[in-house]
């Protein structure tokens, strides 16, 4: 169902953008996607917005941290995976072979606990344990996040560690013209996935998908507002049409539209 009420460990569960200049991606994607932002007061001159559709939240995005603008940061969307509990999968992250990239804290008015982590091949992700928050509590819609994608050159090695964090398992085959690709099972579904990436030499990170009706639609509106259009639509047999976008920013997300049963 599209309606979410709670996730298993190991499901990416929420992805927020750090946005260089916040004005011009809310324009950009209330525009794309249809949401509705709530603003949040969060950290003292900071405000967090939360992306709504349907009456349920779906994404977030903040201003870029200073501290990450002067260091020459991009904008960038993070993914979260959900864990029972935050400071467990902490300890289990330097157990695995990562890196704390920011410790266990509390979010504000109970929403839940978080940290960043890098994984053993460096690609950044975040780990929530849901308090009055859940992550999207809308998903497989028009707008909402569809899939959660970890692309890295040593795809091995980052699926063990998630593994010993959070539990889940995987599952690898040959997925058309890639050589391989990697499902993480949660309770016996695939719930994210994992591949090398296209093209050698980019630094491993996690890769949020968003659903559209129409990928060519969705692509020329996304040009139009000012973003760019990285990868043009292409199919993958079995899953739908893809495509890779950038933001005005030069976040770089990516968009879906499933396979019709007519195509299947």
């Known amino acids: 169902m599209p309606e979410v009420e709670s996730y298993k460990q190991g499901t990416p569960c929420w992805a927020d953008l750090s946005a260089s200049d916040i004005e011009a991606a809310k324009a950009f994607y209330s525009q794309l996607f249809g949401w509705e932002l709530d603003a949040m007061p969060a950290r003292p001159e900071m405000t967090y917005y939360m992306a709504r559709l349907q009456g349920r939240y779906v994404a977030g995005m903040m201003q870029q941290m200073p501290d990450m603008a002067a260091a020459g940061m991009p904008s960038y969307w993070a993914s979260y995976l959900a864990v029972d509990n935050a400071d467990e999968a902490a300890a289990k992250v330097t157990e695995a072979g990562g890196t704390l990239v920011y410790p266990v804290d509390d979010v504000e008015n109970g929403g839940g606990r978080r940290f960043f982590a890098a994984d053993p091949t460096g690609a950044q992700v975040g780990f929530w344990q849901a308090g009055s928050h859940i992550g999207s509590g809308l998903v497989d819609e028009p707008?909402?996040?569809?899939?959660?994608?970890?692309?890295?050159?040593?795809?091995?090695?980052?699926?063990?560690?998630?593994?010993?964090?959070?539990?889940?398992?995987?599952?690898?085959?040959?997925?058309?013209?890639?050589?391989?690709?990697?499902?993480?099972?949660?309770?016996?579904?695939?719930?994210?996935?994992?591949?090398?990436?296209?093209?050698?030499?980019?630094?491993?990170?996690?890769?949020?998908y968003f659903k559209v009706e129409d990928v060519e639609v969705a692509a020329a509106r996304a040009a139009e507002l000012g973003g760019q259009v990285h990868v043009p639509g292409f199919d993958v047999p079995g899953v739908g049409r893809l495509a890779v976008l950038a933001d005005p920013n030069g976040a770089a997300f990516s968009i879906m539209a499933a396979e019709s049963t007519a195509a299947q």
Not at 177 to 206: C, H, Q, R
């Open 143 to 208: 707008g909402t996040m569809v899939w959660s994608e970890l692309q890295t050159a040593d795809v091995p090695r980052a699926v063990a560690f998630y593994e010993a964090v959070t539990g889940c398992t995987s599952q690898t085959g040959p997925a058309g013209e890639l050589s391989e690709y990697t499902n993480f099972i949660v309770d016996g579904k695939p719930v994210a996935g994992a591949m090398k990436p296209p093209m050698e030499g980019g630094p491993p990170f996690w890769m949020t």
